[in-house]
């Protein structure tokens, strides 16, 4: 069952097409021509998503490769982070968690990725480069891998060491086969490791455990032994060891909330740091450490630290604008002015050649976005403004359909945009909504250029799903849904709010729809986990339940008929299919003939329904009915690995379909019949 703190609803608002406002495309400047229904990836500049994992090639300064593991695979760049391209080749499909390159990379071309997941976990390995992998996951019994490392010596021994959910596993062989090292090790489950640079020597290396803090092995794994001394934080999320280690016997731990540890008797004993209170999650001491003294610390929720005195005193990394949701860190080699650091967030990388004062977005051609929300303008056909709300990376927009995608400078820009939503009278007042989780909402009067949050008298900010009545531009009334099971509602353009829950249960609300006809019926329907759908015939004032024939009572999704007030049709998806009334919610039947998956994430509504009967609905792919839910068949060939979180219909005599996945950023669905001149595609100019 999916986690449904992952879902997003995009809940369709019909309203009629205004002219003015922006000028028609003219039909000979589109560079992308319609086709046999395709679906397109439309990622050009929506780049990032979570970074997992950051490694540098051994020969970094020469060769200026790297490697990110993120929720859809391995990504590539030879250009110190600049531009990236997926090292995917026939690398199954799977999260990483972890990469690790040969010390000798140049001339082995080896690099290992860690992969967490029952299906299309274990470890990869690739000896091109990254051009091609194969698995290697014999003897490898614990699929779900957090941490790798490889010998120092790794050219010649062919040692490494993978951390998973069921403890350490050690393989000789570079990666041929595996045996468990858990001698020991009281907790298996392992977060991090790390290893001395001089483990030829020493043999020696540690491992972050999710409860029982740090354990040290003197012999190559054989045998583990709690090293905890002075260390108060159980849940140990990173690591790091100075380069010296051999003689200065430093490392340091991040735990989760109780901040960062140093160790300078190789673990003996700890202290903690002035960075405390806070979930250090990535970790990285510079290749001159012994000199420098210098590392940066990587706060879950906090953002970036950098300490240049050995971990006493830190301050926060200068000039960032982006996601604080740290997860992994590597510093290039070299001296202050001279060397790159990267931060990998879940807003993509980013890179300071300024040690930290100040840093820039480097994740182009990494389409690893969660798109949890979409919207289109009421004239799409006309403008070609469409807005996409990414996962901890804000609100972006397209003035060209989709063809290419304008980064956000303000609002949401660090939190989880659940919902999107245009004003009815967008073409002249400019306005959409977006509903956070963690942010509350947020307004913008000038088409997504600035946004500001709109929260007085909202009680929670942790929303889920947002509504709009069709007379917004009379009314000025919205509403949201929350994660504790509330719904707030504002008749002044969000300017303020008051909560009208009477009647739902303390569970989360996770659709929300509003009947076309408002403004004379005043029903809005909402969707809640776990507790069916309720109604409101009073404009929110109250609610009762409206179940009868509900078999699922988790909604995920809601869609109601543009001509609800004759048809009184609605859809609902649920974890168990989507099931449809016919009147006004009294009583649902199932509707899922065909589909392939039982589970709905998201539904949307032709505007035609009326007239075409179609529906969508997506989970791993998307379905369409046009026979207004008595069968599906699938919307074109899937070519994503993600799920298909969120949709939105483009108006029009031939409708369109923008995607939004976890993961794989937005796709766009173009019908045969659909002409080429009404895609908006970024065009040549002549002249200035």
Not at 424 to 429: K, R
Not at 471 to 490: E, P, R
Not at 624 to 648: F, H, I, K, M, P
Request: hydrophobic share 40%.
């Amino acid at each position: 069952m999916r986690n449904h703190s992952r879902v997003a609803q995009f809940l369709l608002v019909v309203s009629v097409l205004l002219s003015g406002g922006a000028l028609p495309v003219e039909a000979d400047q589109p560079l992308l021509q319609a086709s046999n229904g395709p679906w397109m990836q439309s990622t050009n500049g929506l780049y990032g998503g979570t970074i997992n994992a950051l490694a540098l090639s051994p020969q970094f300064d020469s060769d200026r490769t790297l490697f990110a593991g993120t929720q859809t695979g391995v990504y590539r760049s030879v250009d110190g982070g600049s531009t990236w391209a997926p090292a995917q080749g026939s690398l199954v499909y799977g999260q990483i968690h972890a990469v690790v390159a040969s010390p000798d990379l140049n001339r082995d071309g080896t690099v290992f990725a860690g992969a967490a997941g029952a299906q299309n976990g274990g470890v990869r390995r690739s000896v091109d480069g990254g051009r091609t992998w194969q698995l290697v996951n014999v003897g490898l019994t614990q699929l779900y891998v957090y941490a790798l490392v490889a010998s120092p010596s790794f050219v010649t021994d062919r040692t490494l060491f993978a951390g998973t959910l069921g403890g350490v596993f050690k393989s000789e062989n570079a990666g041929d086969s595996w045996a468990a090292v858990n001698t020991g090790l009281t907790e298996l489950r392992v977060n991090a490791l790390v290893i001395s640079p001089g483990f030829a020597v020493d043999r020696t290396l540690f491992v972050g455990t999710r409860s029982s803090g740090v354990f040290r092995s003197t012999d190559g794994g054989d045998t583990w032994a709690a090293a905890n001394t002075g260390l108060s934080g159980s849940d140990v999320r990173s690591l790091a060891v100075s380069p010296r280690f051999s003689s200065d016997r430093t490392l340091f731990a991040g735990t989760k909330y109780d901040g960062l540890f140093k160790s300078i008797d190789g673990g003996g004993s700890w202290t903690p740091s002035s960075l405390l209170a806070t979930d250090v999650s990535a970790l990285a001491c510079t290749s001159i450490f012994g000199t420098d003294e210098t590392l940066f610390a990587g706060a879950r929720y906090d953002g970036l630290f950098r300490s240049l005195d050995g971990g006493a005193t830190w301050q926060p990394a200068g000039g960032w604008h982006g996601s604080t949701y740290m997860a992994s860190l590597a510093v290039s080699p070299g001296p202050t002015g001279h060397r790159i650091i990267l931060a990998g967030t879940q807003g993509g990388v980013f890179t300071s050649t300024s040690d930290g004062d100040s840093w820039a977005a480097s994740s182009r051609g990494i389409d690893n976005v969660d798109v949890l929300a979409l919207a289109v303008s009421p004239d799409h056909r006309r403008d070609g403004t469409a807005f996409a709300g990414a996962n901890h990376m804000g609100i972006y927009r397209s003035l060209d359909g989709g063809g290419s995608w304008i980064p956000p400078q303000s609002g949401p820009i660090d939190r989880d945009v659940r919902a999107l939503l245009t004003s009815p009278g967008y073409v002249s007042d400019r306005t959409v909504f977006a509903a956070t989780y963690g942010g509350g909402v947020f307004k913008t009067t000038d088409a997504g250029v600035n946004w500001t949050a709109t929260n007085a008298g909202l009680a929670t900010q942790s929303l889920q799903a947002m509504a709009l009545s069709p007379a917004y531009t009379a009314d000025g009334t919205l509403f949201v849904g929350a994660f504790d099971g509330q719904v707030l509602k504002s008749t002044d353009g969000a300017v303020s709010w008051m909560d009208v829950s009477q009647g739902l249960p303390s569970k989360s609300v996770i659709a929300l729809v509003v009947s076309p006809a408002y403004a004379s019926d005043e029903i809005v329907f909402a969707g809640t986990m776990g507790n069916g759908v309720f109604r409101s015939t009073d404009g929110g004032l109250s609610w009762v339940a409206a179940n009868q024939g509900l078999a699922d009572t988790t909604v995920t999704a809601l869609a109601i008929s543009p001509a609800f007030a004759t048809d009184q049709t609605i859809f609902a998806g649920t974890y168990g299919g989507v099931f449809k009334s016919s009147d006004g919610g009294d009583t649902w039947t199932p509707a899922n003939s065909g589909r392939p998956f039982d589970e709905v994430i998201a539904l949307a509504i032709s505007p035609d329904y009326s007239t075409d009967g179609t529906l969508y609905a997506s989970f791993a792919q998307v379905s369409v009915s046009r026979d207004r839910g008595q069968s599906w068949s699938e919307l074109g060939s899937r070519t994503w690995n993600r799920y298909a979180s969120c949709l939105a219909v483009v108006p029009g005599e031939v409708p369109s379909v923008f995607l939004g996945t976890d993961g794989q950023s937005v796709w766009r669905y173009l019908y045969a019949a659909e002409p080429a001149h009404y895609i908006y595609l970024p065009c040549l100019r002549r002249g200035k």
